[in-house]
Nanobody, 129 residues
Framework: EVQLVESGGGLVQAGGSLRLSCAASGFTFDDYAIGWFRQAPGKEREGVSFISYSDGSTYDADSVKGRFTISRNNAKNTVYLQMNSLKPEDTAVYYC??????????????????????WGQGTQVTVSS
C-alpha cells in the first residue's frame, strides 16, 4: 500500500516557524522526486517546494524563496519542509506528493502537479497576524 503521511502543521504567529514532515511507504522512495503543494480556501493548488529523486537538487516557488527549505532523508523515507518567517498568506493545507524519476533538470515538468503519482492527505498550517 502506497502511503504519504504529512505531519507538523498547526497554528503559529506571523514570523514564526514550523517544520513539516512527509513519511513515505509502499514504493521505492529513492526513485521519486517529492514536492510540497498547498491549497488555501477558495484558491487553486499551488506548488511550493520540490526536491529531485537523484541528486537532491531543489526548486522553490518565488513566494517562499529564502524562507522555506526542503530536504530529504532517504534512509528514513522522509521529506521535510522547514518554514521560517511565516506570513498569513502561507495559511493553507499543505500536501506532499511523489513523482517517479523526476529531477530539477526536467523543469518545468518537475513542478507540475500532473507529474506527481502519489499524494498525501494534507496537514493544516494556519498563520495568524
Amino acid at each position: 500500500e502506497v502511503q504519504l503521511v504529512e505531519s507538523g502543521g498547526g497554528l503559529v504567529q506571523a514570523g514564526g516557524s514550523l517544520r513539516l514532515s512527509c513519511a513515505a511507504s509502499g514504493f521505492t522512495f529513492d526513485d521519486y522526486a517529492i514536492g510540497w503543494f498547498r491549497q488555501a480556501p477558495g484558491k487553486e493548488r499551488e506548488g511550493v517546494s520540490f526536491i529531485s529523486y537523484s541528486d537532491g537538487s531543489t526548486y522553490d516557488a518565488d513566494s517562499v524563496k529564502g524562507r522555506f527549505t526542503i530536504s530529504r532523508n532517504n534512509a528514513k523515507n522522509t521529506v521535510y519542509l522547514q518554514m521560517n518567517s511565516l506570513k498569513p498568506e502561507d495559511t493553507a493545507v499543505y500536501y506532499c506528493a511523489a513523482a517517479m524519476g523526476l529531477s530539477y533538470s526536467s523543469y518545468p515538468v518537475f513542478t507540475g502537479p500532473e507529474a506527481y503519482d502519489y499524494w498525501g492527505q494534507g496537514t493544516q498550517v494556519t498563520v495568524s497576524s
